[in-house]
């Protein structure tokens, strides 16, 4: 199988922590991995860093084959929703606009048509933005996340404030896109339910990576499991 993501030895430091140490994994193609992890274990450290957004770490980052500090181009090729698109209420884009913005060239805009008719949000196009519930709002995102046919889609926990029936509808899209689609897709989520329902291999990441492989490998194995909500737990003392 193709690699679609290589990472090697990857470290991340900051003056007074290190927020990844020394983490290693291959994504391959068609590959649905879920990454979990407590609050603070470095998963949007770790996304930052392959969006080409930090450049100050250590260890190699590949996409495609290539060292994404040689090139630019993979990004392309990568749709990405982050946690909470951050805009204004009364931003005075409409869903058409928002999508465009994904857009790379011009001459693509009935590409807009057939992405919001596949998210079911055709109808809203010219609603403003800041008019949408917050699953409307997030559908947006991967809409214009998805608009340029990616080979890859990565979320950082992409449903944090939405209620369950958008919930339900963006896992079923998300299953369908990796499924009939062929998208690889690179997802942290909090949601142990869900990224065993939908994830192939999972990743667990708290700074280290205490495991990556199948999914059943994981989910079957209940000390890896146990050990993983006890870091949570942990974690979310810590932070209260």
């Keep these: 199988m193709l690699k679609v993501v290589e990472i090697e030895h990857l470290t991340i430091e900051y003056p007074d922590l290190k927020a990844i140490d020394d983490v290693s994994f291959?994504?391959?193609?068609?590959?649905?991995?879920?990454?979990?992890?407590?609050?603070g274990a470095g998963k949007s450290t770790l996304f930052a860093a392959m969006l080409g957004l930090n450049s100050k770490y250590k260890g190699?980052?590949?996409?495609?084959?290539?060292?994404?500090?040689?090139?630019?181009?993979?990004?392309?090729?990568?749709?990405?929703?982050?946690?909470?698109?951050?805009?204004?209420?009364?931003?005075?884009?409409?869903?058409?606009?928002?999508?465009k913005m994904g857009l790379h060239k011009e001459s693509d805009e009935n590409k807009i048509d057939k992405i919001l008719q596949q998210l079911w949000i055709h109808e809203l196009s010219e609603r403003r933005i800041g008019e949408l519930s917050g699953g409307?709002?997030?559908r947006v995102f991967i809409a214009k996340a998805l608009v340029n046919n990616p080979k890859v889609l990565i979320l950082d926990e992409p449903v944090t404030g939405i209620d369950q029936q958008s919930i339900d509808l963006f896992y079923s899209i998300l299953k369908e896109l990796n499924s009939?689609?062929?998208?690889?897709?690179?997802?942290?989520?909090?949601?142990?339910?869900?990224?065993?329902?939908?994830?192939?291999?999972?990743?667990?990441?708290?700074?280290?990576?205490?495991?990556?492989?199948?999914?059943?490998?994981?989910?079957?194995?209940?000390?890896l499991v146990k050990q993983y909500s006890e870091a949570s737990m942990q974690e979310h003392m810590h932070h209260h």
């Design 180 to 223: 009939k689609q062929n998208i690889t897709i690179i997802w942290s989520s909090h949601d142990l339910d869900a990224v065993k329902q939908l994830a192939n291999h999972v990743a667990c990441l708290n700074r280290t990576l205490f495991f990556h492989g199948e999914s059943d490998d994981f989910f079957e194995n209940n000390e």
């Design 26 to 39: 291959n994504v391959e193609q068609g590959d649905f991995l879920g990454i979990i992890g407590p609050n």
């Design 60 to 99: 190699t980052i590949k996409f495609f084959n290539t060292d994404i500090k040689k090139s630019k181009n993979y990004l392309k090729e990568i749709g990405y929703v982050p946690q909470k698109p951050i805009f204004e209420r009364n931003f005075p884009a409409t869903v058409n606009d928002v999508v």
């Design 136 to 138: 409307q709002q997030q």
